[in-house]
């Protein structure tokens, strides 16, 4: 939608509420809704808006639909692998294949593409997984899909907001899989370590990813030259679930981490 110049523009406090408000529930959000939050008028929400729009902050506001309520289908996520100079080529060809709705690359851990798919049926997922692979993807695991839950940025917020769920109920997955939460360890394995080091040394296991660091009152979108650092909480997507060896990167010698604090 935008120019992708977002760089040159820098978000204030009105700027930020409105991106909260709009993440919340932009489909029933007006512009005097938000105005009435904010003290401010009006137009200076829908200017505000179409600035964000203009320089690629709000790219897109998109429906969110129940595929099984619609018509029995399902959805799948493929964890894949590329390689790592043709993970933006591929990833492009990938959102060509009928029923893929979702592609996000990551940096760095050996699954690098995630795969959101939509199916009729389990025979139709199949066939998504064999274009997959034509296009040299290597599928590395897979789950069906039971719930996705969204939730705004909460430090673009009202100043006492507070996030009422842990984050390991973010997404849930069938197959054992989880999202969890832990606090590293000032003698962790991967204390220290970029995440691009921690996965060449074998520190970080190749299914375990990390999808969010917070540190002090920041949230961090990790990369793979992002040094994980002790105390950092880190949010950790485990295939299966909290079972060693998933997180032992993150624990002590003796296999203990540190509880998950958050500021009062």
Do not use: K, W
Request: hydrophobic share 35%; proline share 5%.
């Amino acid at each position: 939608m935008g120019d992708g110049s977002g760089g040159s523009y820098r978000l204030d406090e009105i700027d930020r509420r409105i991106i909260y408000a709009l993440m919340s529930d932009a489909r029933n959000t007006s512009a005097p809704a938000i105005a009435e939050q904010v003290s401010v008028s009006g137009a200076t929400i829908r200017n505000r808006i179409a600035q964000l729009e203009e320089h690629g902050i709000i790219d897109g506001y998109h429906a969110t639909v129940d595929f099984e309520h619609a018509d029995g289908s399902l959805m799948n996520l493929f964890l894949c692998h590329a390689s790592f100079g043709e993970v933006e080529g591929v990833a492009r060809r990938i959102g060509t294949i009928p029923g893929v709705i979702n592609v996000r690359e990551l940096m760095g851990g050996h699954m690098n593409l995630h795969v959101l798919a939509v199916g009729t049926d389990t025979a139709d997922l199949r066939r998504i997984g064999r274009e997959l692979e034509q296009l040299d993807v290597a599928i590395e695991d897979e789950f069906l899909m039971q719930t996705e839950h969204d939730f705004p940025y909460t430090p673009y917020g009202p100043a006492d907001g507070r996030r009422r769920e842990p984050l390991a109920d973010y997404i849930s997955l069938t197959g054992g899989a989880e999202v969890v939460e832990i606090s590293v360890h000032e003698d962790a394995p991967i204390a220290g370590r970029t995440l691009e080091s921690a996965a060449d040394d074998d520190v970080l296991e190749d299914e375990t990813l990390v999808v969010a660091i917070e540190r002090d009152d920041a949230v961090i979108t990790p990369h793979g030259d992002t040094e994980i650092r002790p105390h950092d909480v880190v949010t950790v997507f485990s295939p299966d679930g909290t079972n060693e060896p998933a997180l032992t990167a993150f624990r002590g010698p003796d296999g203990t981490a540190h509880s998950p604090t958050r500021p009062s």
